[in-house]
């Protein structure tokens, strides 16, 4: 079975770019439009890796990874902020509400592939990237 990483994201180009990248590089997208959706196909699908944006239109990213956290089932799947909140002090917001991971959109290929390799890694020692 490939690799399956969950999108959380509300805004179709972004999720159309992710796409690309994922499958370009061998992995299965799953996809969810909002926070809600996103919290019940995670724990249908039980993905690899989650991204999630932190502005969705029910719940936000900051709200969805304390869920996800607080789930038994799921808080081991690592969980990265993929977001267009790239001010002062958002990085450490995002990773103080749960998430393993920070990356700011526009997101290069690059730095997505590294983020992945990194969160994905067997046995890794993990720290927030």
Partial sequence: MSTRILYIEDNLLNMRLVRKILMSMGYTMLEAVDGNSGLQMAAQEL??????????????????????????????IPAVALTSNAMHGDRDRCLAAGFDGYLA?????????????HFLKPDSTRMAV
């Fill in 47 to 76: 993905p690899n890796l989650i991204l999630v944006d932190i502005n969705l239109p029910d719940i936000d990213g900051l709200e969805v990874v304390k869920r996800l956290k607080e789930d038994t089932t799921l808080a081991s």
């Fill in 105 to 117: 959109k526009p997101v290069a290929r690059v730095e997505l592939k590294n983020a992945l390799e």
